[in-house]
């Protein structure tokens, strides 16, 4: 639990961040909240050359509002999030999520971006930003780029960040009258990671079903968006039930979960159904 | 409750506030890591990647040029400067013992056995120029199944033991066969008690420094017993054991993974009186899950003869039980130290026991608390659970058919131990009325009747276990090499504050507190003038130190006799100074007074000055107000309880939750109930992560792949809910306290409880056992099964599923 050797900068700026990324190349790690990194740095399964902080950058922490979006600063922690008046108000599912993160120690240090930027699949953020259909802001030497969240999420801990990339804010359509929300998750222990979790936004619209969409935790390399729940819910009575089911039922089509110590590839793809059925009747006010 | 109380008497059996908290909880406390000497070296274990290889290069010149290295060995450079760790229990005449040199030479046997050492400036030098020794190994093929292992033509573990074989054992109580012959029921049951980590907060650690101010090496250890490791130093290394000092300084947690002389004590040791610096190395989690103990790791098949009516007749356990690569200190009698707890506290009429050991490429196992106790519990509750279901009764009902009623005490079980003391309907009573069992069960039925998604499962554990480790007789003639006695002094100091020393050596369990609290009771002194001295072979040099729920029972017992030495040596002085008949002085709260002379008397604190000045003294007597005492206890003492457990059991996801624990515990007379619920907490809470949570699982090249706690999970209070406890108080008649012991008892009581409530709740599927721990995963496959099957799933149907041990899957026929 001893980490390789590393040699430390400490950015005071993003323009420094990004400077020292781009001296270093992949080389190098940026260093938040350190709540992934660290971990994996103590273990020697990540050994970077350099450590980027950027933990100190006050402006990249905090929550605004820009007309019909939010916008989350990278370095905004997990409590932050989480007792964020606005997020509450706007982005509900954030909230609700990020309340199921481990536990308070981690959520005070563990950062929104941080996690988004980690992009372990298990992780719980990942699969709400995709459902909230969020956009990433990166910044690197070319100056800011905007990245859809279903271009963001690569493959399993990669994103379309290039190495001398820092994300800098994440921006959030506002959601409010009409959704509702709920994040489903089966974990063993409170600590622990999601075997599978269901993060549901649904917006209902006259005893109907107008727009729902599902985010999926740790069912593939990425975070998934579970489209053949979506288009199978659009439109549907809220109070046929046999259909909510079966809309369900398609939430692990086109999936290949892993199959690991918590739960193996088919019982994974059970708990999508039986999660989405549950994330999706709570979100639309039926249980 | 105030921490000083006058009435000295009150004392005992008062929830005292623990006297270590104000340093425990402000970190004005030091731990072995934080033992920083002049000049000291950190140490770093190169460990083998390979759970089974011969080691054909191990080479750590480039290591020494590494910057900060100081020095680096092999196990073959300090061959000459030790010997083999020891193992301390000669469980059979056909034990196999193979050589367990601190440093493997020849070949490595689990993933963590240690091949070479680095010694440098910090720890992160040592850490990173590991990375510089060149070790070479040519694999050879694991054995990590118990099964595989024992078969003919499994590779060999050690090239001279037969089919890894490391012992076996068969006891014969009655004629079982005869029972069979006579049954209306013969159940068989296969069960897992898998493999555990013991996960002891504090990892472990150790300083030596190799001469001091008295010539002694000084040891300093995360370790629960001091003493033997002074013993065994001195044993390995030839160094004598009168200059050698071994500390053990608060110590955070052991569970039975401290109880033990691991290699790196010795490295350690050896290194410091080298290279004559101070020496420190501290395991990291890591390392503490593959080179520190595991517990458990046993297969029971069992047999159980009843008649129709539910009455128990005979009870036939097989057990295989991994040693692990190697034998620990106590290894081999883990499983032996339960073969007494079979018939737990039924009647039986006969019991056979087979037990065999058998080498694997894994982790050593050793004592996990409750040691051996929690497997045969295990066994015995949940069979009994099998055999109500069997015959459709209550599983309260079937134990009260069968338990040992109150007036039938003192009893001798089918084994041949005399359980003194309990009340199992007293016990059980109070914790059907706190549980509101008759409610729970109409919910159940109401669940079931409308198929309810989550359904409800009762589950019961009425255990008992021996306890307070040991009478040194019995241990003799199961083969350990040393007694089981305890000791204290008891000392009155001149200002008539007290110091005891006992030979205990806690690590978490408040003794401090429970032994201040029974000699101030004895002296009739304020709790707040008591000391309790530990953990230190310089300042408590006589003990047997702190495992097997021991210390109340044995060394709290030798606190109270020596008290009470030193009372009646103040009586004689008393008698003296004050001119009377020692039978005309009454002492009561701490004071001798004249009976029938009002005013006439003396506080035990004059007389301990008394004793100090030594002016006048009877003729013979010896200065200073001392007493030491050391007991050996005759014979175990048997806590019991009833614990009820109720879990929801979702049956689209398989996920358990417990829903409510109900414990009511008898452990004989309570010193401290404030401590003795922290226990049965604490344990209880360590019970259920076996049911329910944690499991050490290796994949078949020997790797564990649960190697951090991201894979291997412990609960958290988020995880357990709030446990109802309540006690009943059958005092022990075998010791002067009538204590029994709880340290132990709410680990070994749990298990049972929480997986019968499990069973119970899909018992509807045709399941008859979710193998531990009880996974959503694997409750769902079983339900999967039943549903598969058109109906409920074959009877005997056992859910299994997801990766698991290779061990475990072997299911039941």
Known sequence: MIPAAFDYVRAHSVDDAVSALAEHGDEAKVLAGGQSLLPLMRLRLAAPAVVVDVGRLADLRGVREDGDTLVIGALTTHHEVLTNHLVRQHARLLAEVTATVADPAVRHRGTFGGSLAHADPAGDLPAAALALGASLVAQGPAGRRTIPAREFFVDYLQTALSPDEVLVEVRVPKLDAGWGFHYEKLHRVAQAWAIVGVAAAVRRDNGSIAEARIGLTNMGTTPLRAEAVEQA????????EEALAQAADRAADGTSPPSDLSGQSDYRQHLARVLTRRAVRKAAGLA | MTATVDKAESVLGQPMRRKEDARLITGQTQWTDNVTLPGMVHMAVLRSPMAHARITRVDVTAARERPGVVAAY??????????????????????KTPPHMPLASDKVRYVGDGVAVVIATDPYAAADALEAIEADYEPLPAVVDMPAALADGAP???????????????????????????????????????????????????????????????????????????????LNTGVPEHQIRVIAPDVGGGFGSKLDIYAEEVIAFVVARKLGKPVKWTETRSENYQATIHGRDVIQEVELTATADGRVLGLKVDLTADMGGYLQLLTPSIPLLGRYMYPGIYKFEAHTLTCQGVFTNKTPTDAYRGAGRPEATFVIERIIDELAAELSMDPIEVRRRNWIRHEEFPYTTVVGLTYDSGNYEAATARALELFRYDELRREQAERRDRGDTVQLGLGTST???????????????????????ESATVRMLATGRVEVVTGTSPHGQGHETTFAQIAANSLGVPYDDVDVIHGDTLTAPIGLDTYGSRSLAVGGVAVQMAAQKVVEKARALASHLMEVDPGDLEFQAGAFRVKGTPGAEKSIQEIAFGAFAAHSLPDGMQPVLTADHIVDPEVFSYPHGTHLCAVEVDTETGLTKIRSYVAVDDVGKVVNPMIVDGQVHGGVAQGIAQALFEEAVYDDDGNLISGTMVDYLVPTALDLPAFVTDRTETPATTNPLGVKGVGEAGTIASTPAVVNAVVDAVRPFGISDVQMPCTPERVWRAIQQGRAAGGPAPKGTIAYGGPQTATTAGGAE
């Open chain 1, 233 to 240: 819910l659009a439109g549907l009575d809220t109070s046929d």
């Open chain 2, 156 to 234: 060999l573990v050690h090239d001279d033991i037969p089919n890894n074989r490391c012992f076996t054992f068969r006891q014969d109580w009655g004629d079982f066969n005869a029972t069979r012959a006579r049954a209306d029921v013969v159940l068989k049951r296969r069960f897992y008690n898998q493999r555990l980590i013991p996960n002891a907060m504090e990892p472990r650690s150790v300083v030596v420094a190799p001469t001091s101010a008295t010539g002694q090496a000084t040891i300093w250890s995360a370790t629960q017993v001091p003493h033997f490791v002074r013993i065994f130093l001195a």
């Open chain 2, 463 to 485: 255990y008992t276990e021996m306890c307070g480790l040991a009478p040194s007789r019995w241990l003799g003639e199961t083969g350990y090499a040393a007694g089981g006695w």
């Open chain 2, 74 to 95: 092999t196990g073959t450079d300090l061959a000459d400067s030790w010997s083999s760790l020891p193992m301390a229990w000669t469980v059979s005449e056909d034990l």
